[in-house]
């Protein structure tokens, strides 16, 4: 089996939850919560998502803007989007309120909403079908240190959405043109080695951070089947979990792509999959980082050719 990143690290994952009745019986209790609130939000994702799928179905003058250089690409359609969902979660359970919001309250128990209106707005803006709408939950550890419990994805053009929760799995649910639904579970890919694989990766808007990426890209060429760039990111690693693709990269994900890629890392994580740093450390939800989401069993050897490609940049930048 994968080496699973403990998402709670203050014990191990061997550890977690058997330690006296009343722990289990709270643990319990939390996972019966977060399950519910799970298909309260697959709701909200479903109705703000097909209404946003019917606007992208009718023609309009929409253009994409950077709030500041090298910041992700969004919409005025986004600000509408966000305020539908904050009402939506909000009348479900107020939590803490919004980690974007910034000036969280870092006490351990605490959980924040973080929503990402629309992940992928060029492919949205350019009628392609790969972009979601994303909401997550955030909560403080014991350690003040904040990770993801819940994660809904949802991509209204492609019929399919991904729910996972800390403790429950992660399904995915396909939507036909027929209203069919059909559940499964989110298993990853059983490929063990980087020769016929299928590997996607991202790339920022900044320039240096996008060569390393091509790098990393380049220096496997000839052993997958097939690299891959389509975003967005949280669709890519929900794929990853079920294993269209056997591995995810990108070399820098910035505050603005938090909600989306914690929503996915937690269909990645239920999933059986591996999320985390380049150098094998957890991803830091308060900082910018590197990520690599795999299969588990292609984790180490992608790791090598990351490494290697980051310390040649780190080199030339010498």
């Known amino acids: 089996m994968a080496n699973i990143i403990n998402p709670n690290p203050s014990l191990p994952s061997s550890q977690r939850s058997d330690s006296v009745d009343a722990e289990r019986a709270l643990n319990t209790s939390d996972t019966n919560l977060l399950r519910s609130l799970t298909f309260e939000i697959s709701t909200v994702a479903n109705h703000v998502g097909d209404q946003v799928m019917r606007s992208q179905l009718r023609p309009h003058g929409t253009q994409a803007k950077q709030d500041e250089p090298g910041a992700a690409f969004t919409t005025d359609l986004s600000d509408?989007?966000?305020?539908?969902?904050?009402?939506e979660v909000s009348a479900i359970d107020p939590l803490k309120g919004f980690w974007e919001d910034g000036g969280a309250d870092l006490t351990p128990g605490n959980r924040y909403w973080s929503l990402c209106p629309l992940d992928g707005t060029i492919n949205y803006l350019r009628n392609l079908s790969e972009w979601t709408i994303t909401i997550a939950i955030l909560e403080v550890n014991e350690f003040h240190q904040v990770y993801p419990v819940l994660g809904v994805v949802y991509a209204p053009a492609l019929g399919l959405m991904y729910l996972a929760a800390r403790g429950e799995g992660a399904?995915?649910?396909?939507?036909?043109?027929?209203?069919?639904?059909?559940?499964?579970?989110?298993?990853?890919?059983?490929?063990?080695?980087?020769?016929?694989?299928?590997i996607c990766f991202g790339m920022s808007y900044f320039p240096e951070e996008s060569k390393l990426a091509l790098n990393a890209a380049a220096s496997m060429a000839g052993l997958p089947a097939d690299i891959k760039r389509i975003g967005p990111a949280s669709l890519d690693l929900c794929k990853v979990a079920d294993g269209t693709y056997d591995a995810y990269f990108e070399p820098a994900l910035h505050s603005w792509d938090v909600p989306a890629v914690a929503a996915a890392t937690v269909v990645v994580w239920e999933a059986q999959g591996t999320l985390e740093r380049w150098d094998g450390?957890?991803?830091a939800w308060d900082s910018d980082n590197d990520v690599l989401a795999t299969n588990g069993v292609l984790r180490d050897e992608i790791r090598e050719y990351l490494n290697k490609a980051a310390h040649a940049s780190d080199a030339a930048a010498d």
Request: no cysteine; aromatic share 0%.
């Open 171 to 198: 399904i995915r649910i396909r939507h036909s043109p027929q209203g069919d639904e059909k559940r499964e579970a989110v298993i990853p890919s059983a490929a063990k080695t980087l020769r016929g694989s299928v």
């Open 80 to 87: 509408t989007i966000m305020s539908m969902l904050r009402a």
């Open 281 to 283: 450390n957890q991803i």
